[in-house]
């Protein structure tokens, strides 16, 4: 058990190591975690509302009082940038995060199984990856209606089917294993060997 845990121990130190060396990785890094943090700190960094118009300070250069300059009616466009961050970090990750829970799901238990339900997934995830991400986008857009909700929805829907190939192709490899067959062999149910 011990050499276990040193092994584990060893190959994270080797991953965050080459990370570290990575100059450009430990710099995306690091722009990345300061704007996640802008965003997610917005009120704290600008006493502006982005939504709010001042037509006194309209077309205004980037100053003191407003670090990116204001747009034609006035309005701070670095509230205008964090706040609208904040939105852009939410629909993605939510996006993501649903698409990979959808893939991984479908893929394991279509990879486990077989038959008729990994054909039918296999072929829906297909025509998804045939179509430009982009224009699915914009189609389901124009169907579904412009709202965050709507937007997450549209971006599980279309972002699912990298994530399941990658699972299924993994499972196909696992369910061969001698511990799946034992699982298997004492007959416990699919869903419970497959997890």
Request: with cysteine; charged share 15%; aromatic share 12%.
């Amino acid at each position: 058990e011990e050499s276990g845990v040193l092994a584990k121990k060893k190959k994270k130190s080797r991953a965050l190591s080459k990370f570290m060396s990575n100059k450009l990785a430990v710099l995306g890094a690091v722009m990345f975690i300061v704007i996640l943090f802008a965003c997610i700190f917005a009120p704290f960094l600008t006493k502006y509302d982005p939504a709010m118009f001042d037509l006194l300070n309209m077309s205004k250069p980037p100053s003191a009082e407003h670090i990116f300059g204001t747009d034609k009616i006035g309005r701070d466009l670095f509230a205008r940038c964090l706040y609208g961050g904040r939105t852009s970090i939410l629909i993605a990750g939510a996006g993501s995060l649903g698409g990979a829970v959808i893939g991984v799901i479908l893929g394991c238990f279509a990879g486990y199984k077989g038959g008729w339900f990994d054909k039918i997934c296999m072929r829906a995830s297909e025509i998804f990856m045939s179509f430009p991400q982009l224009i699915l986008v914009l189609v389901m857009l124009t169907i579904m209606g412009q709202s965050m909700v709507n937007i997450i929805i549209i971006f599980i829907c279309t972002g699912w089917s990298g994530v399941y190939r990658q699972a299924r192709a993994a499972m196909l490899s696992i369910r061969e294993e001698e511990y799946v067959q034992a699982l298997h062999a004492f007959g416990l149910n699919d869903m419970i060997v497959c997890f």
